[in-house]
């Protein structure tokens, strides 16, 4: 009981102290809000990111096969899925038609994409958020597509895509095979690329090897490949931000040197005083301990609540033009909030804990000198 | 009661400006009695004190508090003999500013453990036995220098120690405030405490309060007129 009076009167006086200097540690609570901030949004958009990509790839397809020619991605034979569907271990062949589509009157690229659900229903499109948004007010509903021969298709927008994950399908367009070959003057009997399920991805290795035997002009990707093709490509996403990161923690780093090296002729003076009415330099180094917890906890507390919401309802809208990527039809994605509890952790341990040290340190010099030297200085 | 003897204390030793502040000293301080160190600045008053009061180490020499030899004490005993066994009255009065009067009394007594309620009676009954109990509640730097004082007596006696230490105390007080600073010494005195003050103050070196009178010079001792 006596222990817990202690520290509480002891905690009166921290916090006391704190407010007493109510400028200089309102700064200082600032900047390291700021630093908490900047830190947590980065790790809060590296883990979303990352899930996301797995949520994206969930139902990719164990291997794709694409022809070359000349090394260059070019169109592949669909009687190439026949050939393919009789290797031992592939479950199922079947060809995919995509592309790419500029659409000059708003300056915006397309990704086109046949789909089977609209396999009846040609004249018909699913578009991504990004697409439907730059539609002109008060359209129709249609989007004129200026086909290869210089004519025009206009296909009737059916739905728009669900935002679940904007950031790969804002710019989606989803439509029926023929209006796809007829856009692109694509001849009957070639698809973009062939997509192949497998009983047992153990044997994918033995399969791309078997497929490239039978067909030399082909290149199989597996789905690992994929992954980490994604991986890395949100990994350069952090990567970008992890340059804000690393400059970040060097500014904390410069904080937490400038408050270890500092100590205030005043707050010295009260050092002394304090060890002169009786107080140990344990309990000193106490005080000084709940002066940096409770900075350094607030501080930390409120950056990871501003940098949540930042990140989960805002969009991270500060880091908007690191994730812009080179389309044209800007992503305005919900990334679902996720926490890593271990990065989290980790952030804790890499701020409040260097900190409260560096708190206490110029203190603890202090503290250990008579208290008559001290009031002396 | 407190002994020292032969106390040495040397500032920045083995330095070009090393000089003995304290040269020598050996005095026995008697309890339930008021003793005045009286010299001109400079002359290791302030210093005396400190050693007295456990606020900072001599050089070399023995000190005796009640019997018990406190030199070679580690610090956090002296800490404890500090905050039990004297209260301390400095010239500057060393209030902490921006905390209240209240708060400031009850500082010495934290450590404890002590209910806060009960330290806060006691601070409060101690700013009312020196007049000031309207002043509780108001930050140190809007006392006066009379109330700032009492403020401060108030505070060495929030653990009720046996000794009361007072440097320079009526350095800042007129005649009127600083016979008052004695009379409040006189009652302590009466009360059982063993009051040490540093000043050369006629008010307070001629007050018929003072029991002993010790005149120092360049460190050392040079009279000691017991009253009493």
Same mark, same amino acid.
Request: proline share 5%.
């Given at each position: 009981m006596t222990f817990i009076q202690k520290q509480r009167n002891i905690l009166d006086v921290a916090l006391c102290s704190l407010l007493r200097r109510k400028g200089k540690n309102l700064s200082l609570v600032a900047a390291y809000v700021f630093v908490i901030f900047l830190l947590s949004s980065v790790m809060f958009i590296t883990d979303a990111?990352?899930?996301?990509?797995?949520?994206?790839?969930?139902?990719?397809?164990?291997?794709?096969?694409?022809?070359?020619?000349a090394g260059r991605h070019e169109l592949v034979p669909t009687a190439y899925a026949k050939v393919i569907g009789k290797i031992r271990g592939v479950q199922s062949v079947s060809p995919r038609l995509w592309g790419y589509y500029y659409d000059a009157t708003n300056g915006a690229n397309y990704t086109l994409i046949v789909h089977?659900?609209?396999?009846?229903?040609?004249?018909? &499109?699913?578009? +991504?958020?990004?697409? $439907?948004?730059?539609?002109? /007010?008060?359209?129709?509903? @249609?989007?004129?597509?200026?086909?290869?021969?210089?004519?025009?298709?206009?296909?009737?927008?059916?739905?728009?895509?669900?935002?679940?994950?904007?950031?790969?399908?804002?710019?989606?367009?989803?439509?029926?095979?023929?209006?796809?070959?007829?856009?692109f003057q694509m001849p009957e009997g070639y698809a973009t690329d062939l997509v192949l399920r497998v009983r047992n991805v153990r044997e994918l290795s033995t399969i791309a090897a078997k497929v490239v035997q039978?067909?030399?002009?082909?290149?199989?990707?597996?789905?690992?490949?994929?992954?980490?093709?994604?991986?890395?490509?949100?990994?350069?996403?952090?990567?970008?931000?992890?340059? &804000?990161?690393? +400059?970040?923690?060097? $500014?904390?780093?410069?904080? /937490?040197?400038?408050?270890? @090296?500092?100590?205030?002729?005043?707050?010295?003076?009260?050092?002394?005083?304090?060890?002169?009415?009786?107080w140990e330099t344990s309990d000193v180094l106490l005080m000084k301990f709940w002066e940096g917890m409770a900075v350094s906890l607030v501080s930390f507390l409120t950056g990871i609540i501003l940098a949540y919401v930042h990140i989960f309802f805002t969009s991270a809208s500060l880091f908007k033009p690191a994730l812009k990527g080179w389309a044209v039809l800007y992503p305005d994605f919900r990334l679902t909030p996720f926490i890593d509890g271990q990065h989290a952790a980790t952030l804790f341990f890499l701020t409040v804990v260097p900190y409260t040290a560096a708190t206490i340190v110029p203190s603890w010099r202090t503290a250990t000198m008579d208290p008559d030297s001290v009031m002396r200085s | 009661m407190i002994e020292i003897k032969n106390i040495r204390k040397v500032f920045n030793a083995g330095k070009t400006n090393e000089f003995a502040a304290i040269d020598g000293v050996s005095l026995q301080v008697d309890s339930d009695r008021i003793t005045v160190f009286k010299g001109p600045s400079g002359s290791g008053k302030t210093t005396l004190l400190s050693i007295l009061g456990c606020m900072?180490?001599?050089?070399?020499?023995?000190?005796?508090?009640?019997?018990?030899?406190?030199?070679?004490?580690?610090?956090?005993?002296?800490?404890?003999?500090?905050?039990?066994?004297?209260?301390?009255?400095?010239?500057?009065?060393?209030?902490?500013?921006?905390?209240?009067?209240?708060?400031?009394?009850?500082?010495?007594?934290?450590?404890?453990?002590?209910?806060?309620?009960?330290?806060?009676?006691?601070?409060?009954?101690?700013?009312?036995?020196?007049?000031?109990?309207?002043?509780?509640?108001?930050?140190?730097?809007?006392?006066?220098?009379?109330?700032?004082?009492?403020?401060?007596?108030?505070?060495?006696?929030?653990?009720?120690?046996?000794?009361?230490?007072?440097?320079?105390?009526?350095?800042?007080?007129?005649?009127?405030?600083?016979?008052?600073?004695?009379?409040?010494?006189?009652?302590?005195?009466?009360?059982g405490k063993t009051i040490l003050i540093a000043s050369h103050d006629p008010v307070v070196c001629d007050s018929i309060a003072v029991d002993r009178l010790v005149g120092m010079r360049d460190g050392r001792i040079t009279t000691v007129d017991d009253r009493r």
């Open positions: 990111l990352k899930r996301e990509a797995s949520f994206v790839l969930k139902d990719a397809p164990e291997m794709i096969v694409q022809r070359l020619v089977q659900d609209l396999i009846t229903s040609p004249g018909s &499109i699913m578009v +991504g958020r990004g697409v $439907a948004r730059h539609l002109p /007010a008060g359209g129709n509903g @249609t989007i004129p597509f200026k086909a290869c021969d210089g004519s025009y298709l206009f296909l009737e927008i059916r739905s728009v895509l669900p935002s679940e994950s904007e950031l790969v399908s804002a710019d989606l367009v989803l439509m029926s095979e023929p209006d796809f070959r007829r856009l039978l067909l030399p002009d082909t290149r199989p990707v597996s789905r690992d490949e994929i992954l980490r093709t994604y991986d890395a490509v949100f990994s350069w996403r952090s990567g970008l931000v992890i340059v &804000i990161f690393a +400059g970040t923690l060097s $500014a904390f780093l410069i904080l /937490a040197w400038d408050k270890a @090296t500092g100590l205030s002729a005043e707050e010295k003076r009260e050092i002394g005083l304090l060890k002169a009415v009786g | 900072v180490r001599p050089t070399s020499g023995r000190i005796e508090v009640n019997g018990r030899e406190i030199t070679s004490l580690p610090e956090r005993f002296l800490a404890e003999i500090r905050r039990s066994g004297f209260g301390f009255i400095f010239q500057q009065y060393n209030l902490i500013r921006g905390m209240t009067a209240l708060e400031n009394v009850m500082i010495p007594s934290y450590p404890t453990g002590e209910r806060r309620s009960s330290l806060k009676k006691r601070a409060v009954e101690l700013l009312v036995l020196f007049n000031v109990p309207h002043k509780a509640g108001s930050r140190v730097e809007e006392l006066s220098g009379g109330e700032a004082q009492r403020v401060t007596i108030a505070r060495a006696l929030m653990n009720n120690p046996r000794f009361v230490i007072a440097d320079e105390p009526t350095a800042h007080l007129d005649t009127k405030l600083s016979r008052e600073f004695m009379d409040i010494m006189l009652g302590l005195k009466t009360e």
